[in-house]
């Protein structure tokens, strides 16, 4: 089945850029969606299909996806945008519909 | 307003049987492909369960495939996993989502807790 990689912690300061990265073969032919989550809470959508945003995320975020690599960046990183980060794709070849990496813990210093 | 409220978690002995429950409202419940997800204590989503609008479409994770079942009743707008068999590595709370075509997963319950222990 599909495998998506990512790092287990990424750390920034406030007011700096985060980039957090989803490795997948050929990831860029995907559709890559992106789940903020906060300690004792549910996962929240914050970007889909690469680089949309729901309503009610803020601009500050933003995905890029190509080749091998995806990417969630958050700008002008606040204090509350710390939490777990995952990256899923739908793999619509296999049994195994939605597959989800392994979560990267943002921590803002 | 899209709600998902998932129940029937609890303490469970290992071998045994638990029907978790997820009822739906403020959205079409039969248009939609449902999933469930479960984290254990600590660790990362795993997705364990999908099922089509109407049923016809299932798929299972292989650490849950002939031990759990999904299944849906559009009428009361309701998701259901029913888990035989159980084992301390099912332990995890479990969530069940909505899904948009691309298997964007846009809601989630708040989830319910499954302890698999003796």
Known sequence: SYVLTQPPSVSVAPGQ?????????????????????KPGQAPVLVVYDDSDRPSGIPERFSGSNSGNTATLTISRVEAGDEADYYCQVWDSSSDHRVVFGGGTKLTVL | EVQ???SGGGLVKPGGSLRLSCAASGFTFSSYS??????APGKGLEWVSSI?????????ADSVKGRFTISRDNAKNSLYLQMNSLRAE?????YCAREEPGGICDYWGQGTL?????
């Open chain 2, 4 to 6: 998902l409220v998932e």
């Open chain 2, 34 to 39: 449902m999933n469930w997800v479960r984290q």
């Open chain 2, 52 to 60: 089509s609008s109407s049923s016809s479409y299932i798929y299972y």
């Open chain 1, 17 to 37: 850029t985060a980039r957090i990265t989803c490795g997948g073969n050929n990831i860029g032919s995907k559709s890559v969606h992106w789940y903020q989550q």
């Open chain 2, 114 to 118: 499954v302890t698999v222990s003796s």
């Open chain 2, 90 to 94: 099912d332990t995890a709370v479990y």
